[in-house]
């Protein structure tokens, strides 16, 4: 015969001396979402899938996800050039290629100021 499985979230979020509405704000969900958990109604099936996860892979809950900034995401391969410098800043410029990569290495002569 299949045990039923009974969350033991109310006994922990006792133990750490919360609310329901306390936890809910910390988790991101809401006070019913909470309540519906506490009681079996909702998520105990999310639960048992997250441990069986964890079981299979020999592993703990926080190591299933991991966790990176977007730019990191989004730009996996460092810039090799003002070019690429310039277009992950949005700053492109008009001309393909810039002072430094023509061979320049001064700043341009500033213009003189007369008083």
Same mark, same amino acid.
């Given at each position: 015969?299949?045990?039923?499985?009974?969350?033991?979230?109310?006994?922990?979020?006792?133990?750490?001396?919360?609310?329901?509405?306390?936890?809910?704000?910390?988790?991101?969900?809401?006070?019913?979402?909470?309540?519906?958990?506490? %009681?079996?109604?909702?998520?105990?099936?999310?639960?048992?899938?997250?441990?069986?996860? =964890?079981?299979?892979?020999? =592993?703990?809950?926080? @190591?299933?996800?991991?966790?990176?900034?977007?730019?990191?995401?989004?730009?996996? /391969?460092?810039? /090799?050039?003002?070019? @690429?410098?310039?277009?992950?800043?949005?700053?492109?410029?008009?001309?393909?290629?810039?002072?430094?990569?023509?061979?320049?290495?001064?700043?341009?002569?500033?213009?003189?100021? %007369?008083?």
């Amino acid at each position: 015969m299949k045990k039923k499985p009974k969350p033991r979230i109310a006994l922990l979020r006792e133990k750490a001396g919360l609310t329901q509405l306390e936890l809910s704000r910390l988790v991101g969900v809401t006070e019913s979402t909470i309540q519906n958990w506490e %009681s079996g109604r909702t998520g105990t099936d999310h639960i048992e899938r997250i441990i069986r996860f =964890c079981k299979a892979l020999n =592993c703990q809950v926080e @190591d299933l996800i991991e966790y990176k900034d977007e730019l990191t995401e989004e730009f996996v /391969t460092k810039p /090799t050039s003002l070019n @690429d410098i310039h277009h992950l800043l949005g700053t492109e410029e008009a001309t393909s290629t810039s002072r430094f990569e023509a061979g320049y290495s001064q700043h341009p002569k500033a213009p003189e100021i %007369s008083f």
